[in-house]
């Protein structure tokens, strides 16, 4: 990361704070944020977290393990996260909810961009909002 982990965590623990009146809180984070909510998982009092194709998460796994549920997506063709990232972070949380999903690359998920695939930005809404329903 190039800020630094306990500038990130600081950011993250005010946002929490500040929706705590709310009720249990969660986080969702593509990307960098992806990598964002795995470092969050393991540090912070959440009810849950949401990684979209966080391939940061396989470099913080080697040294931290989330301590709440979390839900991991990743695309199948994803050329920035090899699946050896993926099983490096399945191997630190075997309890996480972990979804790849074909013909899907980085990016999957956001419309503005060319790898932009329909079908598994859907169905990866549908279930982190199950997961979130199941969760807070």
Request: proline share 5%; aromatic share 10%.
């Amino acid at each position: 990361m190039s800020i630094p982990e306990d500038q990130v965590l600081a950011d993250v623990e005010a946002a929490r704070l500040a929706a705590a009146d709310g009720g249990k809180t969660a986080i969702i984070g593509f990307c960098w944020g992806g990598t964002v909510a795995y470092l969050a998982a393991c540090n912070l009092p959440l009810a849950c977290s949401v990684s979209y194709y966080g391939g940061g998460a396989g470099r913080l796994s080697e040294r931290m393990r989330p301590k709440i549920p979390v839900m991991y997506h990743f695309g199948a063709e994803d050329k920035f996260i090899p699946p050896a990232t993926i099983a490096q972070i399945r191997k630190a949380d075997p309890a996480g909810v972990f979804h790849v999903y074909e013909g899907a690359r980085h990016g999957f998920d956001c419309d503005d961009r060319d790898g932009y695939h329909a079908d598994a930005a859907a169905l990866s809404e549908r279930r982190t909002l199950e997961f979130l329903v199941r969760h807070l």
